[in-house]
């Protein structure tokens, strides 16, 4: 059986079990299971092996019950990377490119070396994506999860980009002589509040609930945190939930200046900055 048979029987296989993206998804599969890309999948004659087969039966039985695509393929594509993805640590939302967007914009009149330090790490998707492209950035993470510092820092390693990740709650875990030196602190704390995440899909669920979870708490926490760390003239950036600008823009006022709210590619509110004056 061609590739092409078994994508489309493959297709409304998951579509069947409410898969969205079905065709998509089905592709993503069949390519890790095979080790190819698009091109050679489609270009391929010879039909799927023995264990081919099973292995991407298997895959797709998982996937029609629930497990995120990316815990099946064990990456995620976030800007320009390809991360390594673990269970136990948050996937990286195409979402969040905004946030790296705005974190560009924070750093791009800085003349000397800035210092960006990512709270909540998790894979280390915002903090490397800031080192790639902001390659004179010294970039430090942290995360309160062991097992999501570790899986930064292989991603960092695999990338070779120069990242420093500690472990720890919020801001403590950062070195003490980076105190008023640092020119951003940015966040995309858990903020999903109780009665929501009683509504995620079990897939989105299937993230840890710590690193889902919180509401506005984390946004405060930093907005108290931050300007013991920040340099006058430094930012504070965070991603948030989508009624939660007000609040959040009100705590913000409260220590900094130039609060601004910027929207996503939906037009819906999803980050807010501040600086320290």
């Known amino acids: 059986m061609r590739p092409s048979e078994i994508l489309t029987r493959a297709e409304d296989y998951l579509a069947h079990h409410g898969v969205e993206s079905a065709r998509e998804n089905a592709e993503t599969l069949l390519m890790s299971v095979l080790g190819v890309d698009r091109a050679s999948l489609y270009g391929r004659t010879t ?4 264990v081919e087969a099973r292995s991407f039966g298997r895959a797709l039985c998982q996937r029609a019950k629930g497990i995120p695509l990316q815990h099946l393929t064990g990456e995620q594509e976030f800007r320009h990377l390809m991360l390594e993805v673990h269970p136990g640590v ?14 560009l914009e924070l750093l791009a009149d800085s003349s000397s070396i800035p210092v960006v330090v990512d709270v909540g790490t998790g894979t280390g998707a915002i903090a490397l994506s800031i080192k790639k492209e902001r390659p004179d950035a010294k970039v430090v993470a942290t995360d309160v999860s062991g097992e999501a510092v570790w899986l930064a820092g292989r991603n960092a390693a695999r990338l070779s980009l120069d990242l420093e990740v500690h472990e720890g709650d919020l801001l403590s875990a950062v070195p003490h002589e980076l105190k008023g030196r640092v020119d951003l602190v940015v966040s995309n704390p858990p903020y999903v509040t109780r009665e929501e995440y009683d509504e995620l899909p079990d897939e989105v669920r299937a993230d840890p609930e710590s690193a889902l979870v919180g509401g506005t708490l984390f946004h405060r926490a930093l907005v108290e945190q931050a300007p013991r760390w920040l340099r006058h003239g430094g930012w504070l950036l965070v991603e948030i939930g989508d009624r939660q600008a007000d609040e959040v823009a009100g705590l913000f006022a409260e220590h900094f200046a130039e609060v601004h709210v910027s929207r996503d590619l939906a037009d819906r509110d999803r980050l807010v900055s501040g600086y320290h004056a």
């Open 90 to 103: 948050f996937i990286p939302r195409p979402e969040t490119e905004v946030l790296v967007d705005r974190a």
């Open 47 to 50: 039909p799927l092996a023995v």
